[in-house]
């Protein structure tokens, strides 16, 4: 170690609470500090080199290095470095940022209102869905159906839709009224024997008995990714999305679609939704709505939504909702540019035709003695390791076999996220077939050293 990272880990070990790590373990081994950026790949303050195979937290579509966004941002922080959206308030990029998401997103959603992230965004949809069915008089339809091993974020009500134990436990969640349906991954959770049309039948059977034991005009919204990311990367069977489409318009309950991770192209469609087949009535997205760049995040809704919700804020004075940074012009300015570059490069088509060579590369290790099952779609995939492959046997439930992996494939030059112990892959959409031949090739190096 330079004697400059070597003092930077110390004050870093010293100082910082680290998000989603081990404190303890932190203290010990240290961080790895990133300290630039190039394309696909990032380098530590030692000069290794990355190939970053998860696109930072699942959202650098762009590269680590694309100049125009940084250009963006200085344009902006020149021109006006801030302002708020409170009270009437508007900037420009914020303006054109909404009406570019009204022109991407499915044609229902016409109206945005921006947060810094995706947990603050679905915060702001249970609390807008709330507030609707308040204006609606309709005040016992709030709960929220949702799925176990969904991920909507870590605030007191994202963090409760979120279906991950490691986010309730300790933390008092669920602390609003939600009910998380089962996780619609045949592979675990299918009976022994059940055929995939069976499996999405029964999933589907115990929706709509859970809806009726709850009480209809007690539900006011179903939230899903289109494909889990966080959970594991988890496709839904075909059938799955039409059928809970069809169960929440018999019933009267908002579709809310989180894309923070599958919007703007993951799945090789501009949307996920689009890919499985339904509409909501709300869009959440993030993540590569600047390509993280700069923190932003958008909930994107139906007229008939906002409608509801301007006519009860023209009753009560004001909407008494909103963040500081709502609108900011400068993530804004880079989100706008960003998108620019998505759809001039074609990053979503480039996601569609990569997709095949990616996904068959790694469903080749599908015969290796750890691996459980490899799953995924467009340019989002996994790798679960298991104890005992005829039996599913997952190893202890520390994921201290996945961490080890994702450590090898680190020393191999890639890096991706152990979700206990499966291994996430999700790279930027700029990359090419030279580097997912080399994404594939260090991550079978990984396994092969894992056992
Ligand atoms: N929703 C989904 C689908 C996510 O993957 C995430 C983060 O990974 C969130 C919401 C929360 O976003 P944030 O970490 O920006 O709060």
């Not at 699942?58 to 680590?64: E, K």
């Amino acid at each position: 170690m330079t004697k400059l990272s070597n003092s930077l880990a110390a004050a870093d070990i010293a100082h910082s609470l680290h998000p989603y790590t081990n404190a303890r373990a932190h203290e010990r081994n240290g961080p790895i500090i990133m300290a630039r950026g190039a394309g696909v790949h990032v380098y530590d303050s030692e000069g290794k080199e990355y190939i970053e195979g998860l696109a930072g937290l699942w959202s650098v579509a762009v590269g680590f290095s694309e100049p125009r966004l940084a250009e963006a941002a200085a344009r902006q922080m020149a021109e006006l470095p801030f302002y708020h959206t409170f009270a009437g308030k508007a900037n420009e990029p914020a303006i054109r940022l909404a009406e570019k998401l009204v022109e991407m997103t499915p044609d229902p959603l016409t109206r945005v209102f921006f947060t810094n992230s995706g947990s603050e965004a679905n915060d702001t949809v249970v609390k807008l869905v709330w507030f609707m069915m308040n204006a609606q008089g309709r005040p016992k339809k709030k709960k929220f159906l949702s799925r176990h091993k969904g991920y909507h974020g870590i605030t007191v009500a994202s963090g409760s839709l979120t279906g991950l134990p490691v986010n309730h436990r300790d933390f008092d969640l669920p602390a609003i009224p939600v009910v998380h349906l089962t996780c619609p991954h045949h592979w675990r959770f299918g009976h022994p024997g059940e055929s995939e049309a069976a499996f999405t039948a029964r999933l589907l059977r115990e929706a709509e008995e859970t809806i009726l034991a709850e009480d209809p005009d007690t539900i006011a919204a179903f939230i899903g990714e289109p494909v889990m990311g966080a959970g594991g990367v988890i496709v839904p069977p075909e059938g799955y999305w039409e059928g809970i489409e069809a169960l929440c318009r018999r019933y009267d309950i908002l579709i809310v679609a989180d894309e923070v991770i599958n919007g703007f192209g993951r799945l090789g469609t501009t949307f996920g939704c689009e890919r499985m087949g339904f509409t909501p009535d709300i869009l959440v997205t993030s993540k590569q709505l600047t390509s993280s760049y700069m923190p932003l995040a958008a909930v994107v809704m139906t007229e008939a939504i906002y409608d509801v919700i301007a006519d009860h804020s023209d009753k009560l004075g004001t909407l008494g909702h909103g963040f500081t940074a709502s609108g900011h012009p400068v993530a804004t300015a880079v989100g706008l540019e960003n998108l620019k570059i998505i759809e001039e490069r074609d990053l979503v088509g480039n996601a569609a035709r990569l997709a095949p060579s990616f996904q068959n590369g790694l469903r080749a290790f599908a015969d290796l003695p750890l691996v459980g099952e490899v799953r995924g779609m467009g340019l989002i995939a996994a790798i679960e390791l298991v104890a005992d492959k005829a039996t599913k046997r997952s190893f202890d439930p520390l994921g201290r076999v996945g961490a080890r992996a994702a450590a090898f494939a680190a020393e191999e030059g890639l890096i991706c996220r152990a979700l206990g112990d499966t291994l996430a892959l999700c790279p930027p959409l700029i990359v090419t077939d030279a580097d997912i031949a080399r994404i594939i090739a260090r991550m079978g190096r990984a396994i092969t050293r894992t056992g």
